[in-house]
């Protein structure tokens, strides 16, 4: 391993080699251990995506976690005998960590400290590929480094007290700040640009109904996208695959319409990635119809549910009609059916469901495989009925002719 230098801020974030890391968490009295270990079954997975290999988790119950150091004395001195004697190369924390946290526990561990939104913004700046993606992605950026640029500054806090340090110390500090703010500046302004022409590019695309596929990340839009629209769209089996917005025109029994795909939301989504990417959703404000996508295999796929309704919600567009469309059913009957159950029994079972998530949200439901190509016929009639009626009422008086 290179060695460790507590100047060099430039190697936070994960190189694109495999790296070794552990996981932290706190267990608050606000939480309970199970949804702990799910938020650090989905920190590794983010971590994976990344490139790194976790190799051990820690989790410690505290009221609130430590001012100083994120967990206690004890739980601390565990995590960097570990790290020590396991060749790691960074320590992941599950929260946001200050400035001087991260300051901290980088002297103390003497490893690459990130927390989940700095983990976030190294995958999404390894994603973006448009102009609009890469600018979001640095305006988030500096938005995040912003309020943490005074606990980064360790050197000063060795320094200290020195005469004459704190002055030009504290001029640095304010210079630095000065930057930053001038690149958000810079940055809000092209986004507004770039918003401008994309707005300009949907009033030219006619009186054609909107959809946007919307859910949490991960849950299969792209493949379904790829189906439904009968074109190559990047899909993955990682966190975060699709950052831009794609957009194609799908024709289903010679009625067309608009289909997006965006990108997917994640629970504890960093506020300022939100509002970055607020651009991004455009295509979810404006449309006229939102297939929220939900993997129905997932242990918690009635929380990520809730994560995306709430993230509507924030977006006000939560009163759109919507369709829900449950997918991967093939995963779950993988998971969650007993090979000793018979036919008879699994469709009984399946039939259940179905008829109690109906009753919890509505008949706006489907129940789809992607992968698999299970049931998409349906999907598609409900798609081009809910088309049909929008044309209906948005254009009464006009015959259309596909």
């Known amino acids: 391993m290179a060695d460790w230098n507590l100047g060099e801020k430039e190697k936070k974030g994960i190189k694109r080699v495999a790296e070794n ?17 799910e938020y650090l079954d989905e920190l590794e997975f983010l971590a994976e995506t990344a490139g790194a290999f976790t190799k051990k988790r820690f989790v410690q119950k505290l009221q609130h976690p430590e001012s100083r150091t994120y967990v206690g004395k004890g739980k601390l001195q565990e995590i960097k005998e570990f790290v020590e004697n396991n060749d790691i190369d960074l320590v992941i924390f599950d929260d946001d960590l200050t400035g001087k946290q991260t300051s901290i526990l980088e002297e103390e561990l003497k490893r690459k400290i990130l927390d989940r939104s700095s983990l976030i913004l190294d995958i999404f700046a390894t994603r973006a590929q448009t102009a609009q993606a890469k600018a979001q992605v640095d305006l988030a950026q500096m938005q995040y480094l912003l309020p943490r640029l005074r606990g980064l500054w360790t050197h000063l806090e060795r320094q200290k007290g020195g005469i004459g340090m704190r002055g030009p110390g504290e001029k640095e500090i304010e210079t630095d700040r000065r930057i930053i703010r001038d690149k ?3 940055l809000k302004k092209k986004l507004e640009k770039i918003d401008q022409q994309n707005a300009t590019r949907r009033k030219s695309r006619g009186q054609l109904i909107r959809l946007s596929l919307v859910g949490y990340t991960n849950v299969g839009k792209s493949t379904l996208m790829t189906f439904l629209s009968k074109s190559e769209v990047f899909a993955e089996n990682k966190l975060f695959a699709t950052l831009d917005t794609t957009v194609r025109k799908v024709v289903l029994d010679r009625m067309p319409f608009l289909l997006s795909d965006t990108v997917g939301f994640i629970r504890k989504l960093p506020t300022h990635l939100i509002e970055s990417f607020k651009s991004t959703l455009d295509e979810v404000r404006e449309s006229d119809i939102l297939v929220h996508v ?3 295999a997932h242990p918690q796929y009635e929380d990520q549910l ?12 939560s009163d759109k009609p919507t369709i829900l469309v449950f997918n991967k059913m093939d995963l779950y009957r993988k998971r969650y059916f007993d090979d000793l159950l018979d036919e008879e029994t699994k469709k009984e079972i399946e039939q259940e469901l179905m008829q109690s998530l109906r009753k919890q949200y509505g008949d706006q439901v489907v129940f789809i495989s992607a992968l698999q190509k299970e049931n998409l016929d349906l999907l598609r009639q409900v798609l081009k009925e809910a088309v ?3 044309y209906a009422i948005r254009y009464p008086h006009q015959t259309k002719y596909w």
Do not use: G, P
């Open 21 to 37: 890391a552990v996981l932290v968490s706190v267990v608050t009295s606000k939480q309970t251990l199970e949804q702990v270990e």
């Open 294 to 296: 939900i993997d129905i």
């Open 184 to 186: 958000i500046t810079l």
């Open 306 to 317: 809730a994560v995306v309704n709430r993230t509507l919600n924030e977006l006000n567009v």
């Open 388 to 390: 049909e009626k929008l």
